[in-house]
Structures are given as structure tokens and as C-alpha cells.
């Protein structure tokens, strides 16, 4: 039932959620710590797992697969709820501390892509 | 006919979520219209459907006055629901599926030193920045050099360091900035990066960390690299939440 699927995704991020709020709360940081990042490899370890142990039916699977195909519509609606106004209003220092920051990140993309493959 | 008008907000108003649905559904179909008419397939449509998205963010702002872009117009409410956090992290969860397990092992360790580099940098970056525009407090250079980190790193600095609402607002400012370029600027970029792979994509979600901008950056660029960079980037608003208000805070403190 495509339910499961569904529900085994939502679990995949309540766990996801609740191990990162503790994580926060235990280093006393005022923020979710990787909790997204935890439901996903929660759901990235099943889905491996259940390809060996146990198969997931295919209707199943569609539960989940609907939610991923749903991405880039919810992309799109949170990029229409920004407050575009006030990145763009706020003055000179913010945009060039934005711009600045993403301009060096994007920078540092391929030099750190490459210590990795050295390393793997 | 002004009865019919009537009945048409109210049902929309009442159905916001559906109506968000519609609202979503058009603008992407008019996108991926435009990217095949005006662009031949070369912008990728869902790129097109971000930056409109965007904009039309700006004027809803424009004429409303409010904060949340078209979802402070009554009728678009609804797309402050399906574009929230909660939607947001449900469907990026979602994109995991799948997901090659092997790749994420191997950049694993790459992936944990771009995300604390990512947050020294950008700290970096927006406290130089600061202190260009006459800022010379530690507390207020360290917020703004937070907020460039992203627009919950700031103010959660802000606020653990006392920082006045004005540097608060700045450093908000700051990091929504970012996650707008990001945005928008990745698929122009990705190809000069070297970003068409998981583990280069692992390092740009750390890098970037922001994670709505890494989440459309990379939805606009290739989908199939979605899980790999959300993540890494959602691991970094908790590093910088860690890092910035002590470690990096300090630091400023001793050099300034």
C-alpha cells in the first residue's frame, strides 16, 4: 500500500528529527543538528538493506518515490515565499557579505572535490 | 458577478494548499514553456521555475509589505505550507531513496571538513566585510561574519552574543543574500566547479551549507545530485551554531 511507503518515509524523519534536536540540546546548541541528514541515511540505509532482506513492494516504493518527484515543485514554492525584498533592500554590507561568501565557497568547491579524490 | 468573485476567494482562500498546488503547477508549466521555446532545453526549466519564483517573491513582497514573498496574499497562502520547512525536509528526505550509499562512505571524511571550512570561510568573509563598512565591536563583526554563513547561523550568534537587532537584522540580511545567489548562480557555475558527480556535490552542500540554497541550487542544476549535497548542507547551520558564537567569536575578540 502506498501508505507504507509514506509512513516509512515520515519515520525515516521524525527519527531524523528527534536524534538531531538532541544532538543540539547535548552540545547545547540552539538548532537542529543534521537532523535531515540523519533521515536520510536512515532511508538510504533501509532502502539498501530491504534490496537484500526484504523487498519493497512496488506500490510501496511509489510512496516514497511521489514525495522525491514532489522536490523541485516544493523548491519552487519556497523560492516564491522568500522574503526576496529584504536580501535585496538591505544595503550594500549585506549583498556584498552574501555575494562575497558564496563567491569564495563556490571557489573552494573544486579544490576540496579533488583532495577527496586524491584521498579515495 | 461580484457574488462569483466572492465565492472564488473564498473557496481558494479556504483550499490554500490546493490552491498552492495550482499556483506551482502553472508557473512551472509557463517554465518549462519558456525554457523549450526561448532557450531550446539549454536553461533547465526548473531553473527558470526557481528565479520566477523569486521574483515574483520580490513583488508579492512589493505589494504586501510582508515577508514571505506571494504567500502574504490571502489567496497564495497556501505556498508558505507546501514551500515550509516542514514540506521541504519531507520531500529532500525523499530524494535519499535510492541514493548510493558507497559514494556518500567514500566522501564522507572530504564531506565533514567542507562543512566546518564552509563555515570558517563564510564567517571569514562576512567579518572582513564588516569591518570594512567601519564595524570594530566583536559582537557585531562576529554576528554579520555568522549571518554570511546563513540566515539562522546569524541570528542565533546575534542573540548568544547580545548583538543590537539592527547588526541582527543585517547578518539575516547577509545570509539570505547567499541563499538567493545560490539559488540561482549554481547552475551557471556548476560546470566551471566540476559539480556533476555525488562527492563534488557532498562538498558544495557543506561549502554552501545553505540549505534552501543548496536545495534549489541543485534541484536547478541535476535532481540526481540532490541527496548527496542536502546532506552535507544540513549539517552546517548546526556547525555554525557551534562554531560561531564560541570558537570563532573568540578568535575575532583576540584579534580585534
Redesign the interface.
Known amino acids: 500500500m502506498v501508505i507504507f511507503g509514506v509512513a516509512l518515509l515520515a519515520v525515516c524523519m521524525l527519527a531524523g528529527m528527534i536524534s538531531g534536536e538532541a544532538i543540539g540540546r547535548l552540545i547545547g546548541v540552539d538548532a537542529n543538528v543534521g537532523g535531515v541528514g540523519i533521515a536520510m541515511l536512515l532511508l538510504i540505509m533501509l532502502s539498501n538493506l530491504s534490496r537484500e532482506r526484504w523487498q519493497l513492494n512496488v506500490t510501496t516504493e511509489s510512496g516514497v518515490r511521489f514525495w522525491s518527484a514532489m522536490y523541485i515543485p516544493i523548491v519552487v514554492a519556497m523560492a516564491a515565499k522568500q522574503n526576496v525584498i529584504a536580501a535585496v533592500s538591505s544595503g550594500w554590507l549585506a549583498v556584498i557579505a552574501g555575494v562575497l561568501a558564496v563567491v569564495v565557497s563556490f571557489a573552494l568547491v573544486p579544490v576540496l572535490s579533488r583532495i577527496g579524490r586524491r584521498d579515495g | 458577478m461580484a457574488e462569483l468573485q466572492d465565492i472564488l476567494t473564498s473557496v481558494l482562500t479556504r483550499n490554500g494548499l490546493i490552491t ?2 495550482v ?3 502553472l ?2 508549466a509557463f517554465s518549462y514553456w519558456l525554457s523549450a521555446r526561448l532557450t531550446g532545453g539549454r536553461l533547465e526549466g ?1 531553473a527558470i ?3 520566477l ?6 513583488f ?3 505589494y504586501t509589505g510582508g ?5 502574504d496574499l490571502p489567496l ?1 497562502a497556501g ?2 505550507l ?3 520547512a516542514m ?13 548510493d ?1 558507497s559514494a ?1 562512505r ?2 564522507g ?3 565533514a ?2 562543512i566546518v ?2 563555515v570558517v ?2 564567517f571569514a ?2 567579518a572582513c ?2 569591518l570594512a ?1 567601519g564595524y570594530t565591536d566583536a559582537v557585531s563583526v562576529s554576528t ?1 561574519g555568522a ?3 546563513t540566515y ?1 547561523v546569524g541570528p ?1 550568534t546575534g542573540t ?1 552574543l547580545g548583538a543590537g537587532s539592527d547588526v541582527i ?2 547578518s ?12 540561482v ?1 549554481t547552475p551557471f ?1 556548476a560546470p566551471l ?3 556533476n558527480n555525488p ?2 556535490a557532498m ?2 552542500g ?4 545553505t ?2 540554497g543548496v ?2 541550487g541543485l ?1 536547478a542544476t541535476d ?1 540526481k545530485l ?2 548527496y549535497g ?3 548542507a ?2 552546517y ?3 555554525g ?2 562554531l560561531a558564537p564560541s570558537v570563532l567569536y573568540l578568535i575575532v575578540r583576540a584579534i580585534l
Request: glycine share 16%; hydrophobic share 60%.
Open positions: 498552492a498546488f499556483f506551482v503547477g508557473l512551472m526548473s521555475a526557481i528565479t519564483g523569486l521574483v515574483l517573491a520580490y508579492g513582497g512589493l515577508s514571505k514573498g506571494v504567500a497564495l505556498v508558505a507546501l514551500g515550509g514540506f521541504r525536509d519531507f520531500a529532500i528526505v525523499a530524494t535519499a531513496f535510492g541514493a550509499l556518500i567514500q566522501a571524511l572530504v564531506g571538513v567542507s571550512l564552509g570561510v563564510s568573509v562576512g566585510v564588516a563598512f554579520i549571518g554570511a554563513a539562522i542565533v548568544a537584522a543585517l539575516v540580511a547577509a545570509g539570505l543574500v547567499k541563499s538567493v545567489l545560490v539559488m548562480g557555475v566547479i566540476g559539480l562527492q563534488s562538498v558544495y557543506g561549502l554552501m551549507g540549505t534552501s536545495a534549489g534541484a535532481p540532490v541527496p542536502a546532506m552535507t544540513t549539517f547551520t548546526g556547525a551554531c557551534l
